[in-house]
């Protein structure tokens, strides 16, 4: 098990910028895929982004394609996610997650989550 923290959420007006933290402890952050998901009110939780154990590998939603980046610091067992050009309808509660996994898993096969970060985006 790893434990996960969020952080960096907060309110921007449309076009801005927040950059998203997830600070794991525990087991060895290295060994596992980390990913970012959202949930809207009223809404499924989306799969938003994913990265590979060692940084070779990423998976973006298409409706964060070329706004979002996501990365990793496995010295300090953290993973971010970068957004810019925020919409309003990237408001949600955002959680990160870890896979112990090769590669990208699918959004099923994340079984450590955060407690969330809320990110609210003002039109």
């Known amino acids: 098990q790893v434990q996960l923290v969020e952080s960096g959420g907060g309110l921007v007006q449309a076009g801005g910028s927040l950059r998203l933290s997830c600070a794991a402890s525990?087991?060895?952050?290295?060994?596992?895929?980390m990913g970012w998901f959202r949930q809207a009110p009223g809404k499924e939780r989306e799969f938003v982004a994913a990265?590979?154990?060692?940084?070779?590998?990423?998976y973006y939603v298409d409706s964060v394609k070329g706004r979002f980046t996501i990365s990793r610091d496995n010295a300090k067992n953290t993973v971010y996610l970068q957004m810019n050009s925020l919409k309003p309808e990237d408001t949600a509660v955002y959680y990160c997650a870890a896979a112990a996994a090769l590669g990208i898993p699918g959004p099923n096969k994340y079984d450590n989550w955060g407690q969330g970060t809320q990110v609210t985006v003002s039109s």
């Open positions: 990265i590979s154990w060692n940084g070779g590998s990423t």
């Open positions: 525990g087991r060895t952050f290295s060994v596992y895929a």
